[in-house]
């Protein structure tokens, strides 16, 4: 069955970084785009980052460019997402996401705060 555990979350200053880890199982991972989301408190969940089956192209929400990275390791059946220069309002909850056929798989997710 198709499993994804996130891990790596946890409380960071504002301006810190963290690495987030996606371990995916259960499926031909390099064969599919991944996605992560986050879901902040009272908000629906949005759509942070994506990367291809084979990690040639990413795209990115415009609230997280240039401070964001995904990025993926077909090898490991791993996908990452680098986050620096954090904001408050970067803190969430962060799932990982795989859209097979016409179904959604998703992580329990791994919370991330910005505070001081």
């Known amino acids: 069955q198709v499993q994804l555990v996130e891990s790596g979350g946890g409380l960071v200053q504002p301006g810190g970084s963290l690495r987030l880890t996606c371990a995916a199982s259960?499926?031909?991972?390099?064969?599919?785009?991944m996605s992560w989301y986050r879901q902040a408190p009272g908000r629906e969940r949005e759509l942070v980052a994506t990367?291809?089956?084979?990690?040639?192209?990413?795209n990115y929400a415009d609230s997280v460019k240039g401070r964001f990275t995904i990025s993926r390791d077909n090898a490991k059946n791993m996908v990452y997402l680098q986050m620096s220069t954090l904001k408050p309002e970067d803190t969430a909850v962060y799932y990982c996401?795989?859209?097979?056929?016409?179904?959604?798989?998703w992580g329990q997710g791994t919370p991330v705060t910005v505070s001081s």
């Open positions: 990367i291809t089956n084979a990690g040639d192209s990413t």
């Open positions: 259960g499926f031909l991972f390099s064969w599919y785009a």
């Open positions: 996401k795989v859209l097979i056929a016409t179904r959604n798989y």
